[in-house]
């Protein structure tokens, strides 16, 4: 079974500066993906970065970055230069990759970081 | 424009009465998935779909049905079976079985669904 842990059920944090949300996991699964999704106060779930298990680097989207810690098995989302407009949950997913066979099935969702930029 | 739709934003159930909730991609993705989130707490899968006329049972499948009958149509049924129906509903698709970044879950905008 996958389990998804984010300590941190909400942060502040001063517009301009840049900010770590937690993400730890667990699996036995050799492959695997990791997700990043924002979700404003509108609901929907926005697709923000992936990382697999096999990466050797960390993915960067624009302002996001992934630090993955394959051995601690961690995979903070880091946000630089924060804006207002990151204000808004925002939960850490894995699923088992298809390539440990069985093809496509659900994510593990954490349960949250509402982060809140200040000005 | 590609994206998932659903429908309708808000729907409201009466006791005993079975709804169903809508969902229609154009993302031409094979595969579809149904999850519930409460309030303060993650999403937690329902049901999901890689190919049309076959879907699976998720974490929480219970009082639920679906069907997948057009690979761009997923609806969900909430019966009178489920206790608790009151949730955030979301759908989401992916390209399937590609692996990786292919099996990213695009979701749509969500339905909220309240008991009378």
């Known amino acids: 079974a996958q389990k998804i842990t984010q300590t941190q059920p909400g942060m502040f944090v001063q517009e301009k500066e840049a900010v770590t949300l937690d993400c730890t996991y667990d699996?036995?699964?050799?492959?695997?993906?990791l997700f990043w999704y924002k979700q404003p106060s509108s609901g929907e779930m926005i697709f923000l970065i992936y990382?697999?298990?096999?990466?050797?680097q960390n993915a960067t989207e624009g302002r996001y970055s992934l630090n993955f810690q394959k051995a601690r098995k961690s995979a903070n989302l880091v946000i630089s230069a924060s804006q207002l407009g990151d204000s808004a949950m925002y939960f850490c997913?894995?699923?088992?990759?298809?390539?440990?066979?069985?093809?496509?099935?659900?994510?593990?969702f954490g349960k949250g970081t509402h982060l809140i930029i200040q000005p | 424009d590609g994206g998932i739709t659903q429908s309708p934003k808000y729907l409201f159930r009466k006791e005993g009465q079975n709804v169903t909730l809508s969902c229609e991609q154009n993302l031409n993705h094979d595969a579809m998935y149904w999850y519930r989130q409460d309030p303060g707490q993650g999403l937690r899968l329902i049901y999901y779909?890689?190919?049309?006329?076959?879907?699976q049972k998720g974490d929480i499948a219970e009082g639920y049905s679906v069907s997948r009958e057009k690979k761009e149509s997923f609806p969900l049924t909430v019966t009178s079976a489920q206790k608790n129906p009151t949730a955030f509903y979301l759908c989401?698709?992916?390209?399937?079985?590609?692996?990786?970044?292919?099996?990213?879950?695009?979701f749509g905008p969500g339905t909220r669904l309240l008991v009378l």
């Open positions: 699996t036995s699964d050799p492959s695997y993906g």
């Open positions: 997913a894995m699923r088992r990759d298809s390539y440990s066979g069985g093809g496509a099935d659900g994510l593990t």
């Open positions: 989401a698709s992916s390209i399937g079985t590609s692996g990786g970044l292919g099996e990213t879950q695009y």
């Open positions: 779909s890689q190919i049309v006329n076959d879907f």
């Open positions: 990382q697999g298990s096999y990466d050797q």
